[in-house]
């Protein structure tokens, strides 16, 4: 912009400055805003799965639907129950009550601790994922919170930057004016626009 462009028409400047300032503004609100975007999406599953932490009685419930014995429980019952048949035979005391129950009792054991280790490592994983969860939704939060943060600065920023464009010749004419005078003064008189006479 040429010194007599820039004397005509001084508002173009602020035009050209409110240009720069939506360029980097807008730059920088989309680079936050998939982590703002994630965030948000991922507060519902993560308020559910603290919904559901809440009520440990119904998790557990309903985990302990879709539990399957596993592979090695079923080998360790057995392998308990053909020592618990040795044992008792070996003893004389096959068919008996107190062989068949201390037989049962072991394998029960055994299934009790199968099903404790598949509840326990439900809960690891889903900690884990409500871990990985609030890590995304605390930096979609910052990055919202860092959008407002930029949307108010742009705002406070633009709007002074309208108000010196809309004021930009007036201000201009007014100096000029004022400086004039001043020469006008001098000229006829010796007056001295910061000062009265000489």
């Known amino acids: 912009m040429s010194w007599l462009s820039s004397f005509l028409h ?8 409110q240009e720069q300032l939506d360029k980097y503004y807008n730059d920088a609100q989309g680079k936050l ?3 703002n975007q994630n965030g948000q999406d991922v507060y519902g599953k993560y ?10 009685g119904g998790l557990q419930d309903e985990w302990s639907k879709n539990y399957k014995e596993s592979d090695i429980a079923k080998q360790n019952e057995a392998m308990a129950s053909q020592h ?8 004389g005391l096959m068919g008996s009550s107190p062989a068949l129950q201390a037989i049962q009792s072991g394998t029960a054991g055994i299934v009790a601790q199968d099903r404790q280790k ?11 994922g409500i871990g990985i969860g609030k890590d995304i939704y605390g930096t979609g939060a910052n990055a919202a919170g860092k959008q ?3 949307a108010m600065n742009m705002g406070t920023n633009s709007a002074q930057n309208q108000f010196n464009q809309n004021n930009a010749q007036g201000d201009m004419f007014g100096k000029l004016l004022g400086y004039s005078t001043g020469l006008v003064g001098s000229a006829v008189g010796g007056w001295n626009p910061f000062g009265g006479k000489k």
């Open 10 to 17: 001084p508002e173009r400047g602020y035009k050209a400055a």
């Open 33 to 35: 805003q998939p982590y």
């Open 47 to 56: 308020k559910d799965a603290m919904d559901k932490l809440m009520n440990p």
């Open 84 to 91: 618990g048949l040795d044992a008792a035979s070996s003893m």
């Open 118 to 128: 598949y509840l326990d490592d439900l809960m690891e994983k889903y900690m884990a």
């Open 148 to 150: 407002s943060d930029n």
